[in-house]
């Protein structure tokens, strides 16, 4: 069962428009959300990442919107690029018994531009 | 910036064979993670490490160990591998306890023949 549910699996967008991806979670213990980017053959790339005191998050064209009581949080791209072109990967972080924090993903969202 | 550095970046086994992965993460980071990626799949945690203490453990095979050295390098080695190991194989690194962030490595791709 996937704790973090993404959608949509896919998305086209013009260049210069605006692209969406949503994810919601189940689990009131994930206290950190972060968004990969991941090109074919590449590992995920650290994009944006927020935290459940805050409800918005703007880094250059990207921003994150997170919805605590609703349990759901979004990704935009604004004035989308073809070189945005990538599987973007919501995910969730909870601490755990030990140090370490275990990265809960969604299902990825293949996000092609068109030119 | 230094990143994660993951070796060999490609990696052919035959069925019932061993392979060992290797992972360098960024200087000064003493906590390592090792995901597994099936093709069109996201990424699944195995395994954590922090001060060279096994941290946790997710859906990692019996027939998979780890360890992460004096130097905080790990190494992932798979025994009896199978068709189904196939994937790619990320390791991630970060700061310390608290820090949230994650870094990823380039990833091994492992083919199972």
């Known amino acids: 069962q996937q704790q973090v549910k993404q959608s949509p699996q896919s998305l086209i967008v013009q260049k210069g428009g605006i692209s969406i991806i949503n994810c919601a979670y189940e689990?009131?213990?994930?206290?950190?959300f972060p968004w990969y980017q991941q090109f074919p053959g590449k590992g995920p790339a650290l994009l944006i990442a927020i935290r459940p005191d805050v409800s918005e998050k703007k880094e250059g064209r990207f921003t994150i919107s997170f919805n605590k009581s609703a349990k759901q949080f979004s990704l935009h791209i604004m004035d989308s690029q073809p070189g945005d072109s990538a599987t973007y990967f919501c995910?969730?972080?909870?601490?755990?018994?030990?140090?370490?924090?275990?990265?809960?993903f969604g299902s990825g969202t293949q996000l092609t531009v068109l030119p | 910036a230094a990143g994660v550095i993951q070796s060999p970046r490609h990696l052919i086994k035959e069925k019932r064979e061993t392979a060992t992965l290797k992972c360098y993460p960024i200087?000064?980071?003493?906590?390592v993670y090792w995901y597994q990626q099936g093709p069109g799949q996201d990424p699944q945690f195995l395994i954590s490490?922090?001060?060279?203490?096994?941290?946790d453990k997710g859906s990692i095979p019996d027939r998979f160990s780890a360890q992460q050295f004096s130097d905080y390098h790990s190494e992932l080695n798979m025994s009896s591998l199978e068709l189904g190991d196939s994937a790619l194989y990320f390791c991630?690194?970060?700061?310390?306890?608290?820090?949230?962030?994650?870094?990823f490595g380039p990833g091994t791709r492992l083919t199972v023949t």
């Open positions: 689990n009131t213990a994930f206290d950190y």
């Open positions: 490490f922090y001060e060279k203490m096994q941290s």
């Open positions: 200087p000064r980071h003493d906590t």
């Open positions: 991630a690194s970060s700061l310390e306890r608290g820090t949230y962030e994650q870094y």
């Open positions: 995910a969730a972080c909870r601490d755990l018994s030990g140090s370490a924090r275990q990265l809960t």
